[in-house]
């Protein structure tokens, strides 16, 4: 039977060789996250047209051996023709990279029905408050969560004003579609640009009003 301290040898023996390899190779790691809403349950990742793994909804992949500097790699929807590429990654040397698979959403108007203009989007966005946050471990949740100062919603407070935009995850924790709040965003600014040309329509006419009461001066 091994025991405890040769196991322990073993262990720091391969974490060792690892970064030997690493450093020999120059190569760093990425662990891909599938956190994107929708219909991809599996995402499968491929590196030019050599296939690296999948990575199921709400999952997470780590691929190693990747080489250091920007990469680029390509994400296809299991059991779906066409694929769409990702971002430059940047990979360290023996240090995991981490990216989040963003899934370009299905926008052809051949798919869509009951489509209804959107209205009153601006007075909708008025509802939602924005802040400034730092994620925070907790022991129930194992995803990972990126270091940093960030800009975004609450989804709680979300979810009373765009229900649909929040969706509840298998290990109970609420994720927020921002994609989704793209075109509220665009109908919120174009709502704003007619307030402020009606503004401005209103200040000239009324500035030609008081200048054809001003009296004539006399020469």
Excluded at 92 to 104: E, G, R
Excluded at 153 to 175: H, I, M, R, W
Excluded at 190 to 217: M, N
Aim: overall charge positive; glycine content about 6%; some cysteine.
């Amino acid at each position: 039977m091994i025991s405890i301290l040769t196991l322990s040898l073993i262990l720091f023996s391969c974490k060792k060789s690892s970064q030997k390899d690493c450093e020999k190779n120059n190569t760093g790691s990425i662990m891909f996250h599938n956190d994107v809403s929708g219909s991809a349950d599996t995402i499968e990742i491929y590196s030019d047209t050599t296939y690296l793994g999948f990575v199921k909804k709400n999952d997470m992949l780590t691929v190693n051996n990747i080489t250091v500097g920007k990469n680029v790699f390509t994400f296809k929807v299991y059991g779906y023709s066409g694929s769409w590429p990702s971002d430059s990654i940047v990979v360290t040397q023996c240090n995991v990279s981490h990216f989040s698979i963003p899934l370009p959403p299905i926008s052809d108007k051949r798919l869509k029905k009951n489509i209804l203009p959107l209205n009153n989007a601006l007075e909708e966005l008025n509802k939602l408050n924005i802040y400034s946050y730092e994620y925070k471990a907790t022991k129930d949740y194992s995803g990972y969560l990126p270091s940093g100062r960030h800009f975004g919603f609450l989804a709680q407070e979300l979810k009373d004003v765009y229900p649909t935009f929040v969706n509840l995850n298998n290990n109970g924790y609420y994720s927020v579609n921002y994609q989704e709040m793209i075109p509220i965003l665009a109908k919120g600014i174009k709502e704003q640009q007619t307030q402020i040309d009606q503004l401005k329509k209103e200040v000239d006419e009324l500035k030609g009003l008081i200048r054809s009461q001003q009296p004539v001066a006399v020469k």
